[in-house]
């Protein structure tokens, strides 16, 4: 574990409940308010951006929860799924929203959205992430819905973890030491 007194702050508590808010307008826009939606919470990084996202959203929604990582306790994507418990049921075409805290290398994601349309009968699969971190990127994966876009460093804060801990802050920081 690190010593919280060294973690940076990133991104106040404020700002990032302001842009989830503008984020859910957008989602609000972008389906029917008469449609049910399917949020699916990728745990465990996704779970506060889900909350807050979900709270603004105005039609029907239907939450799952699956679990899924590829970092494990460390700070780099160890380029294969490590835990997958993925219990989803048929969608009856009906429409899918993934929310998942962080796009890096995107494979997760990718391992996601063709197991979601391989199995579950979705009408449509969309994903909402709150961060971006294109620069790592190696899947073609692109968010529909993102808060924000982040440079090559290791964040925490807001769900996000680093060996379990530091989930809890209301607001992303992140230690010097492991930027690139
Ligand atoms: P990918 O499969 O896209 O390489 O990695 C996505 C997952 O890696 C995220 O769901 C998250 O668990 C983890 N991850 C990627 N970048 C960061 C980061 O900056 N901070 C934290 N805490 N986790 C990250």
Do not use: W
């Amino acid at each position: 574990m690190k010593d919280i007194k060294t973690l940076k702050k990133l991104i106040p508590a404020d700002v990032l409940n302001k842009r989830i808010k503008e984020l859910a307008d957008e989602i609000n826009k972008t389906y029917s308010t008469d449609e049910p939606l399917n949020l699916i919470c990728v745990l465990r990084g996704a779970v506060m951006f889900f909350c807050e996202l979900s709270k603004h959203l105005k039609m029907p929604v239907n939450m799952e929860f699956i679990s899924l990582s590829s970092y494990g306790n460390s700070t780099n994507s160890s380029g294969k799924i490590n835990r997958a418990n993925i219990i989803l049921p048929d969608f009856n075409n009906q429409n899918v929203l993934i929310v998942e805290d962080i796009i890096d290398t995107g494979l997760t994601l990718d391992f996601l959205i063709k197991y979601i349309n391989q199995n579950c009968a979705a009408k449509s699969t969309k994903l909402a992430v709150l961060f971006d971190k294109k620069c790592a990127r190696k899947y073609d994966v692109k968010p529909n819905f993102c808060a924000f876009e982040v440079d090559n460093k290791f964040i925490v804060g807001f769900g996000l973890d680093y060996m379990g801990y530091y989930r809890n802050l209301d607001y992303i920081g992140y230690f010097e030491d492991f930027s690139e």
